[in-house]
């Protein structure tokens, strides 16, 4: 396991519940981008049978999502951290650094941002 000081981040995370599939070698693991900044996001896989096997800190992963409008946001992120709560919660939770920030994904981040405000 590989902890994480949340405290040295610099920008805020935003609530979010989005579908996303990381795509690592020649597989591909579906999961929820639980929070995002424009710095990185949290990644839940509900279920460890369909988590990533081998999955490194530090690994370039590349990741892809569909917004409401049905624009596709792929971006490379880099893992940061990898968390199992426990021995008997399925779910596996990653945190990753969003390596490029694309105008795309900057606007997506600044609408969630409107949204959670109000």
């Known amino acids: 396991m590989i902890s994480y000081n949340k405290e040295r981040r610099l920008a805020r995370r935003i609530p979010a519940r989005i579908e996303a599939y990381i795509f690592t070698g ?4 579906v999961g929820f981008i639980e929070n995002i900044s424009s710095e990185g ?30 624009e596709v946001i792929d971006m490379s992120c880099q893992v940061k951290w990898i968390l199992r709560k426990s021995p008997y919660d399925e779910s596996l939770t990653i945190g990753m650094k969003i390596s490029d920030l694309t105008p795309k994904l900057k606007a997506l981040i600044k609408t969630l941002e409107i949204v959670n405000i109000n």
């Not at 020649?26 to 693991?29: A, H």
């Not at 949290?42 to 990533?52: C, G, Q, R, Y």
């Open 26 to 29: 020649n597989n591909t693991y």
């Open 41 to 70: 996001f949290e990644f839940l896989i509900p279920t460890s049978s369909k988590a990533p096997k081998g999955l490194q800190h530090e690994q370039t992963v590349d990741i892809y999502f569909q917004i409401h409008s049905g």
